[in-house]
């Protein structure tokens, strides 16, 4: 396993501490809107008493794992997030080589402004690529009046996640240059020179992983484990995950043999970073993110078969309580 990094702190300061021009690539999930992740929502959640994270209703006899709401996010809020990945961006930009690319987790309602922020900061934007499976987003009914307009629904049914790819402009005349010099400025393809797709059939995070790892809005290994590798096109180097939560972006590094430094803000999360990583690091030994198929995960395709069932009937299944 290649050499990792964890680091306690503010990713606005701790960036200042790596070296230039020394990061091949970031992939992050960050908190948006800045709001749920501060120490006094973090607080509520955790003593499950209001704030912004919601605990939605029991499912199947289980309590699901607390969401956070965008939807409450003012006007205001929503430029900030703009703002937010202005400064942000301009934070990771010297850090990074040339060339190096930018995968951020984003929300469709905010999407929008996090480009708008990445671009300010000099970043190209490249891609969204739709990370497809069966959440809880949209479909809502119209509160309080569902028997009055009974075929209405208030915003689509959310079947996808985007994930938005940036790139840092080339110092080279050629990819092929950039590529020689930096070993940036591309994507590695897939097993069978297939090029990394812009939508991926991906599954909820599966309860192995949750166990390790109890962030509330942990990433599964199978689609990280495909992103790290696709974001070193010469299959070697440094991945940066700022916002790194519980890990599970670090250990999906490892696993594809690049190097990793990730930096987590809250001390609860990040004291479960240090047994998280290893231990996550060492599922579906036999998965190392040259395909799409997340049968190598567990051994079985059936978790997969039955997310792409979900996602086929999706349209007639979907909740009331908005
Ligand atoms: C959406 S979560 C990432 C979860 C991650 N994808 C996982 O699988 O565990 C965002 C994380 O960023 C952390 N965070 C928020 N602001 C930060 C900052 N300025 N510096 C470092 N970490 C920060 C939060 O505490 C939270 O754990």
Redesign the pocket.
Known sequence: MREYRLIL????GRIDELANQSVDAVCT???YG?VE?TDGELQKMRSGRGGIWRLPPAWDGCKRNPLPRFTVLTGEQRAAVGEFFTQWGKKIFGKLKPGAHVLL?GNPLLQMYVQQGMVSAGFENRATILRLYHGFRGGDRPKNAEAEFPEVCVMPRGNYEPWMLFRKPLTEKTVAQNLRKWGTGALRMMKDNKPLPDVIPSCKTPQKEKLI?G?P???PQHLLRIFTRALLPVGDGTVLD????????VAAALTVGAAAIG????SY?FKMTEKAVPELAKLYPHFKGESLQCAGLNGSAAEYNEQLSLLENAGSVFNSTA
């Open positions: 702190g503010d990713c606005f999930d960050p908190p800045v992740f987790a790892a962030h809005s942990l990433k700022p916002f790194m939560g519980s890990g599970s972006t930096i987590e803000q809250d999360f």
